[in-house]
């Protein structure tokens, strides 16, 4: 089937099967690798991305769910200014360790951001709550917190 | 440099999907791999009819086991004979004619793409004939049912620590108390966020093969590799690029891989996989599964005068790469951080029909220090006196380092109250006592427990020499390179195989450190056995304490042959000059000076070196430790538990740790988060649950509980520093000791939160479920609510 | 892992839905957020022929008041309807638990009728339509039908929807002054609930009587008949909730025991009723 999206600001034109999953579509046909799987059963939240700027489980939707829409991944958030800037969030994560292996960093950053946009002042237990949908094997999530609390308070610089 | 938070260097390519994990390599001609896995966990395989497979849009090959027999010279190795008369199950990476656990290889189906491999495996019809499965421990050690054969048992070896046995039977024989507890460490899924991959890219004219896996230890897999793919060992390249994480599980020589480097070799071309999730939770190896009787005598005041473990093993099906001695490593640690003077252990490995285990976070020091610090609470309740209390009255003192452990160690350094004083300050102890007995007193249905626990581990695995006592096939040495290039940055190739620790960071923060340099100028290398060929891998919190100190050294011998460099040039004494910001100056004459830079070029340009100098500035160490670390510290945790429902929450921790001199603080931190998360996971959430058939019933992350942020507190940490004396930069390893410390912290808060109600234990995971049925068993009464 | 293959039919408009639905028969499932029915699909414990993806028919998204009663497009996302401003002053029982689904992702994708429709006893949604005694509007080749949510669950994993029917709204009275609460025993924020109990105390209003629904009790999302009948006769919160597992099978998995089960929803039927100010 034909569809054209926008990923990441540009038109995407393809031609997929039906039970093409989105994140298998940005990996497999648009070589976007940095949206991660973790599992099978949209449990851990590795292959968050955005659909229309909100937080998705890109394992759990199809590619032609997508067509029309604007999908955003971890590629695609910093600002493409060519020097390297980070987006924020991004930024937060680095300064706040809020990340070691890095596999469920993409998707964390991104539920993180759909977050904020959601509700830009959260608490500590806000963004714990907020961020059930994603699992971290490796930080205990206390820094991860702790970056998303200082992306908010916009602490972190750009 | 050595002790700032330096931000990670790891990061910019991590937070921007740039790292490259083995799924995301783009291998053109690659052949997918799936595996066909047996649903059974004990059974024999029939007839493998493959045709409606082989039909299938896509499919190329389907493999069975006999068909593959000869594509190795040996089997699945192991490397850990810990006694001379272990039993070996012969395992080979395709199971040929029997199945012995759930998830076992039985034919691997080779396609175009990952989808049509997928849609090829329901396809394979296999004739299965089962068999009686052996799946409790203690049952499969009785030999009922016996799943080799040829070994004629079930039980694989028992290994014995037994110093002065007369000595211990006195200790118990004269005690005043004697405390007998038995513990279950449930099995554990490693959940590694990323699941496992690989992919073989092969030379079949130049006979190269390069291997890409999601491995902690490319290059012990480089040599297995040989050993069973019998590629020669010169022709094999491993590459480990970016690792979403391991904790043991990817310190592994996987089926998969001799799968995926044998058909590469018979196919020509290159062959990958990706294990699903759910396939991980039987294909990647389980942690724990240990059952534990542990004595401890102690006189009237409670000071402990001697430890009995005796503990069951469950190997699974096979031995893995260094499955029997897993418990070996916890074997010397029943007596933890308390001055007992005798001392037994004895380890029996023991096969049954269930998913191999092995290293797992901590590997045999969580089971140890869970043992000793849940008895340890247990002797508080009999002798009758505070856990904080009976824990000042055995600790090591200070004054007693290196301490020579009845369990044979030699302890390097330690100040164990300290960490007791700083964790319970933190944790705010006494209010928290004031309000456990207030909740109590109300008669409220939420109560308060306080759990604590002080460790000492033993990491920075090892002396090679120690090794060889304890019969593993390798040493434990790391090796480092360390160059300044012509131009003056430096490059370290580092040994070790980072999977989310942060080596680049903490590397160049040592090499920084020792030039006067910025860290900005140093890149670590590391992973790529054709980039650093001479390493040992990153397992057993050795990365620091060995890898790390082989950086120091090499550092050091850059350093030196630059002086003697300068010192020609400048026409001075070596020992005249000094190191000032990365430049060598004569000692009060600063202008008489030339930069590491300089150097480094003129060892390059060789046009001027002292007489048979050889050019370039570079060296290479081998660091061997003398001896292992031993980091230590105090975890207290602090739970609700609802008497109503059973649910325990975790409401409060601290952490003190000692891990000697920190290279980068922020880094140490995060292991310890990390760690704690792992540790109370197996305490509250986390089990692999088989039923009697031997099916493992939660595979998926739905139903095996890996914890979310939102059922986590955020972590009080402190830290106290007493160096390791046997290292030059005085540090010990780290990356473990969460995980040890928090299982026994959090139990023992759970137990203590229901002591009043006559709990005295609680099986792991605390379940909702399970908390409830033991308070009703403890009051001996049904249904209290209404 | 990956979904078989199927045909792929995408429909504009409900009519066009259940055309298609006709045409396909039982090989054909409606897609709507995917969120059932995909996890599923991966595992390959469903295996649809046919999908029919209605999550572009916007006439299916909405909540508006009508006739004292709330309605909600059955296409409405768990998203769209925890921040609904008219839900959260009318319905503020089935904002709360909207919001509490699963997590922010599957609440991104997620919709009413899509949850409603797959029938789950693990889902927290039907037991709130119980408790609110919600009329759900199906629409089939022969006409629109209204359905009582008591007469909606049939079996596990069952409706009373046919083959060619779609659900198109779901209709709850307005409890805006209505005492309510709801309970979600888990493990983890983001599991199903090992059981739950929605509760909404009558307001003399459009919640005439008092409701409460049961999540993960039986093999069908069912209502705890017996508190409600204890409270229509005056009885206390911890004397209704004594009767939380009349008329219960509780499921026996890995989270818990039939007995805990009953025992949990004993406890959680009693704080819900507190809460609820009975």
Redesign the interface.
């Known amino acids: 089937m034909n569809i054209s999206l926008s990923v990441n600001g540009e038109t995407r034109y393809g031609d997929v099967e039906p039970r093409v999953l989105l994140v298998h579509y940005l990996r497999d046909a648009l070589g976007l690798v940095g949206t991660n799987v973790g599992c099978d059963t949209s449990s851990c939240g590795a292959c968050t991305v955005l659909l229309d700027g909100e937080s998705v489980k890109s394992c759990t939707v199809l590619a032609v769910q997508a067509d029309g829409h604007e999908v955003t991944t971890i590629e695609g958030l910093a600002p493409a200014t060519g020097d390297g800037a980070l987006h924020p969030m991004q930024q937060a994560f680095h300064e706040q360790h809020g990340l070691q292996c890095g596999f469920c960093t993409p998707g964390m950053i991104l539920a993180a951001v759909s977050l904020l946009a959601e509700q830009p002042h959260p608490s500590e237990q806000d963004v714990r709550v907020g961020l059930e949908g994603n699992l971290c094997r490796c930080t205990g999530y206390h820094n991860i917190v702790k970056s998303v609390m200082a992306a908010a308070d916009g602490v972190v610089t750009p | 440099m050595i002790g700032d938070r330096l931000l990670r260097k790891e990061d910019a390519r991590l937070v921007t999907g740039e790292a490259r994990y083995v799924d995301d390599l783009q291998i053109p001609g690659a052949l997918w791999m799936a595996m066909v896995r047996s649903p059974f966990a004990h059974a024999r395989i029939g007839s493998i009819d493959a045709s409606a497979a082989l039909s299938m849009p896509g499919v190329q090959h389907v493999f069975t086991g006999p068909d593959l027999r000869d594509a190795w010279i040996n089997p699945m190795p192991c490397a850990w004979q810990v006694t001379e008369d272990m039993k070996t199950p012969e395992h080979w990476p395709v199971a040929i004619d029997k199945a012995n656990f759930g998830g076992e290889i039985v034919a691997v189906v080779v396609a175009d793409s990952r989808y049509a491999a997928a849609d090829a495996v329901d396809a394979v019809v296999v004739d299965y004939d089962p068999l009686t499965p052996v799946v409790d421990l203690e049952e499969a050690a009785s030999d009922q049912v016996v799943i080799h054969d040829a070994l004629g048992s079930n039980r694989s070896y028992t290994w014995t620590l037994a110093p002065d046995p007369a000595a211990l039977d006195q200790a118990f024989a004269d005690a005043a108390h004697v405390v007998r507890e038995r513990y279950v460490h449930q099995r554990l899924i490693p959940a590694a966020m990323e699941p496992r991959g690989v992919a073989v890219v092969p030379s079949p004219y130049g006979g190269d093969i390069t291997l890409y896996s999601a491995t902690q230890i490319p290059h012990i897999l480089k040599i297995m590799t040989t050993a069973t793919c019998g590629v020669p060992e010169h022709k094999v390249r491993v590459v480990a690029p970016a690792v979403g994480g391991g904790f043991g599980s990817k310190l592994d020589v996987y089926a998969e891989e001799l799968v995926a480097v044998a058909l590469a070799q018979r196919l020509g071309v290159p062959t990958r996989w990706t294990e699903t999730r759910s396939e991980a939770g039987v294909a990647t190896i389980h942690g724990r599964g240990v059952i534990q009787e542990m004595e401890m005598a102690a006189d009237a005041d409670g000071r402990i005068t001697g430890v009995r473990a005796k503990v069951l093993s469950d190997m699974g099906a096979y031995l893995q790469l260094v499955t029997p001695g897993i418990q070996l490593l916890g074997a010397f640690l029943f007596a933890g951080v308390y001055d007992v003077p005798t001392y037994h252990f004895e380890c029996t490995g023991v096969f049954t029909n269930r998913t191999p285990t092995d290293a797992y976070r901590g590997a045999g020091r969580p089971e140890a220090t869970y043992a000793v610090e849940r008895t340890v609470d247990a002797l508080a309740r009999a002798v009758g006196i505070d856990p904080v209390e009976i824990r000042r009255r055995n600790y090591v003192q200070a004054d007693q380092f290196p301490y020579q452990s009845a369990g044979t160690l030699l302890y390097d350094s330690g100040n164990y109250e300290p960490t007791l004083d700083q964790a319970l300050e933190l944790i705010g102890y006494d209010q928290l006592r004031a309000e456990q007995q207030r909740r109590r007193d109300a008669g409220e249905t939420k109560h308060l427990g306080i759990g604590i626990s002080t460790y000492v581990e033993m990491c920075g695995l090892a002396p090679s020499r120690v090794l060889a006592s304890l019969n593993y096939a390798a040493g434990g040495w790391e090796a480092a390179t360390v160059r300044i290039l012509p131009t003056g940055t430096v490059q370290v190739v580092s040994g070790t195989t980072p999977h989310g620790q942060g080596h680049e960071t903490s590397w160049a923060q040592i090499v920084a450190d020792r030039l006067g340099i910025d860290p900005d100028m140093v890149e670590v290398l590391h992973s790529d056995t054709a980039i650093s060929p001479v390493g040992m891998d990153t397992y057993g919190s050795r990365s620091l304490p060995v890898g790390g100190v082989a950086v120091a050294m090499a550092t050091d011998a850059v350093l030196t042959k630059a002086r003697l460099i300068a010192a020609h040039q400048l026409e001075c004494a070596e020992d005249d000059l000094e190191l000032v910001d990365g430049s060598l100056q004569v000692v009060g004459t600063p202008t008489k000076a030339m930069t590491l830079q300089e150097v480094a070029f003129e060892a390059f340009s060789a046009h001027n070196l002292p007489d048979g100098m050889e050019p370039n500035l570079h060296a290479q160490v081998t660091y061997d430790p003398p001896n292992f670390t031993f980091p230590f510290g105090t975890h207290v945790a602090v739970v609700e538990i609802d008497e109503e429902t059973g649910q325990v929450d975790l409401v409060d921790y601290a952490a003190v740790d000692d891990c000697g001199n920190q290279v980068n603080p922020m880094i140490v931190e995060g292991q310890i988060h990390g760690g704690i998360v792992q540790g109370a996971a197996q305490a509250l959430w986390e089990e692999a649950v088989y039923d009697a058939d031997g099916t493992l019933r939660n595979p998926t992350l739905v139903d095996y509980c890996v914890p979310s942020a939102a059922e986590l507190p955020n972590f009080r940490l402190g830290s106290t520093v007493t160096p390791s004396p046997t290292n030059p930069l005085g540090v010990k390893g780290i990356g473990e000791a969460g995980t040890i410390a928090a299982t026994p912290t959090v139990i023992n808060a759970v137990v203590d939160g229901l002591s009043h109600l006559g709990v005295t234990d609680i099986t792991m995971p605390a379940t909702p479920e399970r908390v409830w049925s033991t308070i009703q068993a403890a009051r001996g009464t049904g249904e209290v609510d209404q | ?8 039919q ?1 429909a504009s408009s409900v009519d066009e839905a259940i055309a298609l639905l006709t045409e396909h028969g039982e090989d054909a499932k409606l ?1 709507a957020g ?2 059932s029915l ?2 599923l699909m ?3 414990l469903a295996v649809p022929a046919v ?1 029919i ?1 209605i ?1 572009r028919v916007d006439e299916l998204a909405y909540v508006h008041a009508e006739d004292g009663e709330i309605r909600i497009g059955a296409l409405s996302r768990h ?1 769209d309807l925890a921040g609904s401003e008219l839900l959260r002053d009318q319905v503020p029982l089935l904002a709360e638990v909207a919001g509490q689904v ?5 609440r ?2 997620g919709t009413i009728g899509g949850s409603i429709a797959h029938g789950d006893p693990a889902s927290d949604l039907p037991a709130v339509l119980l408790a609110l005694r919600a009329t759900l509007v199906a629409r089939g080749p022969g006409g629109t039908r209204e359905i009582l949510v008591d007469d909606f669950f049939s079996g596990f994993l069952e409706t009373a929807l046919g083959a060619d029917e779609v659900l198109t709204e779901i209709r709850v009275p307005a409890m805006a002054d209505a005492g309510w609460s709801f309970q979600k ?1 888990n ?5 199903w609930a ?1 059981v739950g109990v929605a509760a909404v105390l009558s307001n003399g209003g459009g919640v005439t009587q008092p409701g409460v629904g049961l999540v993960n009790m039986a093999a069908t999302p069912v209502r705890a008949a017996g508190v409600e009948a204890a409270l229509g006769t005056g009885a206390s919160a ?1 004397d209704a909730a ?1 009767r939380a597992d009349e008329g219960t099978a509780p499921p026996d998995d ?4 039939p007995d ?1 089960r009953r ?2 929803s ?3 039927v ?1 704080r819900a009723l507190e809460a609820a100010g009975a």
């Open positions: 892992m990956i979904p078989a293959g199927f045909d792929y995408r897609l995917g969120h995909l996890p991966k595992l390959r999908l993806d999550g998203h699963g997590d922010p992702q599957v991104h994708r025993f493990r983890r924020a983001q599991d090992i911890t004594a890995l989270n818990a025991s805990f025992h949990l004993r406890v959680l009693r």
